[in-house]
């Protein structure tokens, strides 16, 4: 059964970084598409980055403007985020999802496995 557990969360000033990562534990972890997903207080689940795993296909939530960026190590069975420049709308936990399949997802509710979040706060 494939477990996903987050990490690298916290609390850093705006224009700081931070870079979370994702410990897949299960078998054949290039047979999924990893993706990373936020969630602020009060709001819905909005997607942020997906990439896939054999080919590594990238994308993004557009209105990023680039200051994110997906990668995943098939060695070791983890996917990233790194977050730059970040500001303090970017506070939200931060969620992980895995789903079997060769493209990528952005939806919520195509993703069927889920990490516990972990929270980053960004302050003024």
């Known amino acids: 059964q494939v477990q996903l557990v987050e990490s690298g969360g916290g609390s850093v000033q705006a224009g700081g970084s931070l870079r979370l990562s994702c410990a897949f534990s299960?078998?054949?972890?290039?047979?999924?598409?990893m993706g990373w997903f936020r969630q602020a207080p009060g709001q819905e689940r909005e997607f942020v980055a997906a990439?896939?795993?054999?080919?590594?296909?990238?994308y993004y939530e557009e209105s990023l403007g680039g200051r994110f960026t997906i990668s995943r190590d098939n060695a070791k069975n983890t996917v990233f985020l790194q977050m730059d420049s970040l500001k303090p709308e970017d506070t939200a936990v931060y969620y992980c999802?895995?789903?079997?399949?060769?493209?990528?997802?952005?939806?919520?509710?195509?993703?069927?496995?889920w990490g516990q979040g972990t929270q980053v706060t960004v302050s003024s």
């Open positions: 999802a895995a789903r079997t399949g060769v493209v990528i997802y952005v939806k919520r509710e195509e993703y069927d496995i």
């Open positions: 299960g078998r054949n972890f290039t047979l999924y598409t």
């Open positions: 990439m896939t795993g054999p080919v590594q296909i990238l």
